[in-house]
């Protein structure tokens, strides 16, 4: 059992920068492909990116590319999401998860089994 905490979250003004952290306790981190998603009001779960379990691979939503990072230090457990320039649009609260199968970029919710509970990110305009 993998057990996720995302932190980092809080209210920043449109053009701020957060960095969230995603930390697992009961297995290694370091074993697993991430990913993170973001849930706003009213709307469903999406996808914001992906990174390999190595590190060398990531993959972002079209909305976030150039703006957000995915970063991973294995050594501390930790799986990174740094945001720049943020918009009132990325408001939401904002989840890691681990998918089912280590191999290849995944994006769907549905391919991800373990999540965290989430964080909340709110821009201000």
């Known amino acids: 059992q993998v057990q996720l905490v995302e932190s980092g979250g809080g209210l920043v003004q449109a053009g701020g920068s957060l960095r969230l952290s995603c930390v697992a306790s009961g297995r290694s981190l370091s074993n697993y492909a991430t990913g993170w998603f973001r849930q706003a009001p009213g709307k469903e779960r999406e996808f914001v990116g992906w990174?390999?379990?190595?590190?060398?691979?990531?993959y972002y939503a079209d909305s976030v590319q150039g703006r957000f990072t995915i970063s991973r230090d294995n050594a501390k457990n930790t799986v990174y999401l740094q945001m720049n320039n943020l918009k009132p649009e990325d408001t939401a609260v904002y989840y890691c998860?681990?998918?089912?199968?280590?191999?290849?970029?995944?994006?769907?919710?549905?391919?991800?089994?373990?999540w965290g509970q989430g964080t909340q990110v709110t821009v201000s305009s």
């Open positions: 990174i390999a379990w190595s590190g060398d691979a990531t």
């Open positions: 998860a681990i998918p089912r199968l280590n191999w290849g970029y995944r994006r769907l919710e549905n391919e991800y089994t373990y």
